[in-house]
Structures are given as C-alpha cells and as structure tokens.
T-cell receptor
C-alpha cells in the first residue's frame, strides 16, 4: 500500500476554534488533495497541491486554507471551525497527472 | 463544473447475485476509474480504464470504458458479503486538468 497517513483520525472541537489536519506521504508524489465526504454529496474537493508551495482551490474551499512546505506534508486548516464543517476529511496523493489517486484512511471531525 | 451521474444510488441484493452500476457524463472523458470504500476507510482503486471500448477485469469485477467516452460501467459477479461498501466512479475529462471528477457513489448491501 502507498504510504499515506492522516492525523488525527478523530477530533472533536468547539465552534470558532482553529483546527489543522495533517496528511503525510512517503511516496514522494507530486500531487496531493484534500476532500470532504458528506452523505448525499460524495467526495468534494477542498484544495489541492501540485508541488511544494503550489496550491489551488477546489469547489468547497471557503473557510479552509492549506499549506505545503515539504513534498511529504499537506496541511488543511479550518480557520474558525463551524458546525457545517463537521465531516470526514480525506487526503489523496497522485504521482502522475493521468493516474488514479491513493486515499488516506480519513479524519472524522466533529464541530460542536 | 464537470459532473458524473452515477446510478443507482443504492442496491440491496442477495449473496450470489450479479451487480451492475454505471456512470454517465455530458463531457468526454479520457480516463475512467472505479473505487470501493469500506466503512471507516478511504476509497481504494479497483480498476482503471484509459481507452474507449476497453474492458478490464479484476477478479469478479469487470469494468468498461464506453465507446462514446461519456460513460462507464462496473459489474460484480457472484456477489459475496465482503462486497458491501460504496463504489465510486471517477474520471478525467479530455483536455482537463489532473483533477479527477467523482460520482456520488453507489451503496451496495449484500444479504447473506
């Protein structure tokens, strides 16, 4: 299996607090992605990265920011968590533009 | 943005039955992928298709890249209880970026 880990696996946080989720890969892949998964919506792209310090917005980027200072790490930050950001967050990596993605095991975030 | 229409949304079948699900789009795709997601885990790639008309098998799973390049289907033969999960189609449009477009998933339940 591809080396991709997400941390934490579960988190409960209070409304208004900042939260950072981490995605770490050992595959030296260029592309990294953050998705959220909600019932009825499938997988929705939040942000993605095509290299160190190169990131771009996905379809549901409001309220989220990302950083990639090293090839292996892609951080997702919720600036001020809201209840609508309660979701399961998945990180994915890809080595080539026309390949499929490899997903992490997900982070279940609950905002109370 | 691009959309994939995946159907059915859910299926309830008896062990041993065959299953068929499909994805369609109004856009032309040059890559089709099928993923399975087990409860509490991230999606895992099952089959990748890169040519129109391509038919690929992976054990009891068979997937095809439609001739029109606007659709794909996945068949599962002789279903077993461990086939339970959510199946996602994903694709990359012709001339599109490296980002994949995902269907909303088909939730499969297999009754023993």
């Amino acid at each position: 299996d591809a080396g991709i880990t997400q941390s934490p696996r579960h988190k409960v946080t209070e409304t208004g607090t900042p939260v950072t989720l981490r995605c770490h890969q050992t595959e030296n892949h260029r592309y990294m992605y953050w998705y959220r998964q909600d019932p009825g919506h499938g997988l929705r792209l939040i942000h993605y990265s095509y290299g160190v310090k190169d990131t771009d917005k996905g379809e549901v980027s409001d309220g989220y920011s990302v950083s990639r200072s090293k090839t292996e790490d892609f951080l997702l930050t919720l600036e001020s968590a809201t209840s609508s950001q309660t979701s399961v967050y998945f990180c994915a990596i890809s080595g080539r533009a026309n390949y499929g993605y490899t997903f992490g095991s997900g982070t279940r975030l609950t905002v109370v | 943005g691009q959309q994939l229409n995946q159907s059915p949304q859910s299926m309830f079948i008896q062990e041993g039955e065959d299953v068929s699900m499909n994805c369609t789009s109004s856009s032309i795709f040059n890559t089709w992928l099928w993923y399975k997601q087990d409860p509490g885990e991230g999606p895992v790639l099952l089959i990748a298709l890169y040519k129109a008309g391509e038919l690929t098998s992976n054990g009891r799973l068979t997937a095809q890249f439609g001739i029109t390049r606007k659709d794909s289907f996945l068949n599962i033969s002789a279903s077993i209880p461990s086939d339970v999960g959510i199946y996602f189609c994903a694709g990359r449009t012709q001339g599109g970026s490296e980002k994949l477009v995902f269907g909303k998933g088909t939730k499969l339940t297999v009754n023993p």
